[in-house]
């Protein structure tokens, strides 16, 4: 029998992306399946795990098998990634007790991380936890459900997150990996990558939590239950998978210090590959790989932002998209091509949805300054791509301040789509972006991981070699020297309006 082929499936906020490829990287084919993000009220965020996960996730593995006529037992490993941290109690069987309250787009635990916080103390949390806790931490949320919900976590086996759920489904096990472990807070001890006992009890049971392991580690085989539900093989070697990051981070060739990788989606993540210094404020801890530490930071709305001005100012380019005649979005960016930097004096806070890095301000609201009749729907998108790349900026100062000289970004997401925007991005952070040919994402590093957790591929440098560039955005000098000025105006236009975007 010859196992030939690496399976990749990533679970996202509105889709389930399956790669099909070989151990040179080639793909034989790519399956998607949708579904909406559950909004049950204000601030709120959530997803059904059977009717979104694990129905999209043998939806796109019956795809993949029909449209690459492969057999399933020439499959050689699996590995999954997913949305993080995707909170979901699970009862001894793995059934779900209720819907997994999704990463900071889910923004009701805040009340559970500032008490966190306040509890026990930021500087402790930092020194023993890496970062204090956020809407983004695993911790508050399952506070929440504790304080809520007191039935459901009564009746708790294990906390998973999403990777974790399918894995179980899968193989019967629960665990998580060290990657997607650094954003446990408070639970974890980032100094030894094991539930710390005295932080942990403020949250929930240590029993309650899962299995720390290694990304690329095999977990188990695929069961004769998950092979009868899935169209899969039993027996085929499932890895613990990780968080859609760092999965999106392997599928351009981050695997070595000093590489960095932006993901341009709904929001922005960022993964830097280096020894973080001492009190840095970036999230940081284990990489995907073992021997390597990362940092690691998120914006909250990037490519949503983008969406919402589509939706909401420019509906005649749908109505002429659903006619077949355009495409929204490009028509749409076609509109800042004669807008110069700057702006005309428009600045653009993107804290629609609050704010991840640098400023952790969950909020923090959106601001569109300087408004006149003169601007455009052009102007107002233009100085929104301007406003996000501020706000990156500002998180590459971080570590520009500890010593860290980031000269290239590898460039994956939909934004990449429009040149525009990365050459926004390149002048006004000084920083070349270089997309690759093949951006699928994280379910193609999915099955790139699942070739080294199987030891089809041989070592992480070999998947280097299999990168190539699509195009470069070099920095335009000129442009950074205009913008230079305004990222002063954006960061003081959030520093004197933020009591009052906390009152509203």
């Not at 890496?130 to 809407?135: D, F, L, P, R, Y």
């Not at 983008?306 to 005649?316: G, L, S």
């Not at 205009?482 to 009052?500: E, G, H, S």
Request: proline content about 4%; aromatic content about 8%.
């Amino acid at each position: 029998m010859n196992k030939r082929y690496l399976l990749g499936i990533d679970c996202g906020t509105y889709e389930t992306k399956a790669t099909l490829c070989d151990p040179d990287g080639r793909v034989l084919t790519i399956a998607s399946a949708k579904y909406k993000l559950r909004v049950p009220q204000k601030d709120y965020a959530e997803h059904d795990p059977i009717e979104d996960w694990w129905k999209a996730f043998k939806d796109v593995v019956s795809q993949v098998l029909r449209e690459s006529r492969v057999r399933a037992d020439e499959i050689a490993g699996i590995c999954v990634s997913t949305i993080m941290a995707a909170i979901t109690p699970v009862d001894v069987q793995g059934n779900p007790l209720r819907n997994a309250i999704l990463y900071g787009i889910d923004r009701r635990s805040q009340p559970q991380a500032d008490k966190l916080n306040s509890l026990i103390g930021e500087h402790k949390m930092q020194e023993i936890s890496g970062s204090i806790c956020t809407v983004e931490s695993f911790g508050p949320k399952i506070l929440w459900i504790r304080e809520n919900e007191p039935d459901i976590y009564e009746k708790t086996k294990c906390f998973t997150i999403a990777a974790g759920f399918i894995n179980h489904k899968l193989t019967g096990r629960f665990c998580v990996d060290r990657y997607s472990a650094a954003s446990a807070q408070p639970m974890i001890d980032v100094n030894t990558m094991t539930w710390s006992k005295e932080l942990t009890q403020y949250v929930c049971r240590e029993d309650q939590l899962p299995e720390i392991l290694w990304t690329t580690d095999i977990i188990g085989e695929v069961t004769k239950e998950a092979a009868r539900e899935t169209g899969l093989h039993p027996g085929i070697p499932v890895l613990c998978g990780t968080t859609d990051g760092g999965s999106d981070a392997i599928s351009v060739g981050i695997v070595e210090p000093g590489d960095c990788m932006i993901n341009y989606g709904s929001t922005l993540f960022m993964s830097y590959l280096g020894q973080p210094s001492s009190k840095q404020a970036l999230w940081s801890g284990e990489y995907v790989l073992p021997g390597i530490r990362c940092m690691t930071a998120g914006m909250a709305t990037v490519g949503s932002l983008t969406r919402w001005i589509r939706d909401h100012f420019a509906k005649e380019l749908l109505r002429d998209e659903e006619a077949g005649l355009i495409d929204a979005y490009t028509a749409l960016f076609q509109e800042i091509e004669s807008i110069p930097a700057g702006s005309d004096g428009l600045i653009v806070l993107p804290y629609f949805m609050g704010e991840r890095m640098p400023i952790q301000d969950a909020h923090a609201k959106g601001v569109i300054f300087g408004l006149n009749l003169y601007h455009t729907r052009g102007h107002v998108l233009k100085a929104s791509l301007e406003g996000i790349a501020y706000g990156l900026d500002q998180i590459l100062d971080i570590l520009r301040k500890k010593g860290h000289s980031i000269q290239q970004i590898t460039a994956v997401g939909g934004g990449t789509k429009s040149r525009a925007w990365m050459q926004t991005m390149s002048d006004v952070c000084g920083v070349r972006h270089v997309v690759p040919q093949v951006t699928i994402g994280a379910s193609y590093g999915d099955a790139l991981l699942a070739g080294l957790g199987t030891g089809l591929i041989k070592q992480p440098s070999d998947i280097k070699s299999m990168i190539n560039q699509r195009y470069t955005a070099e920095p335009n000098w000129k442009n950074h020297e205009i913008y230079t000025p305004l990222k002063q105006y954006f960061d003081q236009i959030y520093q004197r309006n933020k009591d009052i975007m906390h009152a509203l």
